[in-house]
Structure formats: C-alpha cells, structure tokens
C-alpha cells in the first residue's frame, strides 16, 4: 500500500530553536499534502494543506510565519516550526494524498515535539 | 463546524465480540473514511465509502453509511487484542479531510 515517510519522529529541544520536520510518500507522487497538530487525547487539527509548487493555504488561527510549509516537489513537504516555544509542543501528523478528492489520504507515523 | 463527528466514547470488550462504533457529519458528503491510530503513531486508513454505497465490506471491518440520517458505523467483527486502538471517520469536504472526535476501543485479551 501507499507509504509516507515523516521524520523524524521525535524532537527534543530548547525554547527558540526551529525545527524542520520532513514528509515524503515513497511510492506515489503526492498531488497534495496535510499537516495536522494533534493534542493528547484528542482528534487531528488540520493546519495547512499544500500542493506541489503553490503556497501553503493555512487554517484560520494558524500562524503562516510560524509554521512554514514548503511542497517542493511531487514526494516532499516540509513543515518548519520557527522559534518554537514550550507551547508548539504537540504530536505533527502529515499526510499525503494523489490526484483525487476520492482517494484516500495516507498518514506519516507522527512527529513528538518537546520543546524545553 | 467539522464535519465526520462521532459519538466520543469508550469502548472496552473481550477478545472475540464484536466492536460498533458511531459516526454522525452534518453536512453533505463527498466520501466518508475511517481510519486507526494506535498510541502515538499515525493514522491507517481502514475503508472508504463513498455517498452513493450503502454498505462496504473489508476483510472483518464492515461500513454502512445513511445519508438520510447523516450516519455512518464501523463494525469490527471477532475483536482481537490488536485491534485496540483509537478510531476516527472524517469527511471530505473543501478539498480536506475533517476529523470527528474519535472512539478509544480496548480489546481484552
């Protein structure tokens, strides 16, 4: 079945570092990728989608400066936390979708957070 | 408001019964989905029903769909210990995927 990559999946870092974390589908091309924040216990926040060569549209409340997405190309979307604070501490989920609305979106295994 | 909410809850059983878990969207649907995450990981797609199927049918997952009623279940027959896990549907709606709440299931061996 259809894979994506995200790595890495944990961070543990000082208050106003930035964090890249990356995601890739392996054996499709990627039309179009999501990433989500997800607290404990509690269900997926979509952030932002991307498509290839666009710009990031972003959800309402999720700062663009803050959190930069980069699609570069068909396999490869990158999520940049920017000067991260203890509060950006969260669980990253990207995902990753073809062509259609009707295909289903696969999932990376997740991104831990910690930030000191 | 997002779409492909279900019924927060629960659901602890022995190893063999079967599983039911409710979902309920609000709004008109392109496809429903239902995915599995296990603790800390990320989510596994299980099955997609699209507006038009009623009913669909994966290995020991069963889906039914109601638009009249804008419901949606997931059954998991022979319950197994692996089955534990958290379980979301979502929606497609605006090009994105809309998660409900999710339901924590506990499998006992």
């Known amino acids: 079945g259809a894979v994506v990559s995200q790595h890495p999946s944990w961070v543990i870092c000082k208050s106003g570092t930035s964090v890249k974390i990356e995601c890739r589908s392996l054996?499709?091309?990627?039309?179009?990728m999501f990433w989500y924040r997800q607290f404990p216990k509690q269900s997926l926040m979509l952030m932002a989608t991307?498509?290839?060569?666009?710009?990031?549209?972003?959800e309402q409340g999720v700062e663009k400066d803050k959190f930069l997405i980069n699609h570069a190309s068909l396999t490869l979307s990158t999520l940049t936390v920017t000067s991260a604070h203890p509060e950006d501490s969260s669980f990253y989920i990207c995902s990753a979708r073809a062509e259609t609305a009707n295909q289903p979106q696969h999932f990376g295994d997740g991104t831990r957070l910690s930030i000191l | 408001s997002q779409q492909g909410e279900e019924d927060p809850q629960a659901l602890s059983i022995q190893e063999g019964e079967n599983a039911t878990m409710n979902c309920s969207y609000k709004t008109s649907i392109n496809n429903l989905q239902w995915y599995r995450q296990n603790s800390g990981r990320g989510l596994v797609h299980l099955i997609l029903i699209r507006s038009n199927e009623r009913e669909k049918h994966s290995g020991r997952l069963r889906v039914t769909l109601d638009t009249s009623k804008k419901s949606s279940s997931l059954l998991i027959t022979a319950s197994r210990a692996a089955d534990t896990a958290s379980y979301f549907c979502?929606?497609?709606?605006?090009?994105?995927?809309?998660f409900g709440k999710g339901n924590q299931v506990v499998v006992i061996p």
């Open positions: 991307s498509n290839e060569g666009s710009k990031a549209t972003y």
């Open positions: 054996d499709f091309q990627a039309t179009t």
């Open positions: 979502a929606d497609y709606g605006n090009n994105r995927l809309a």
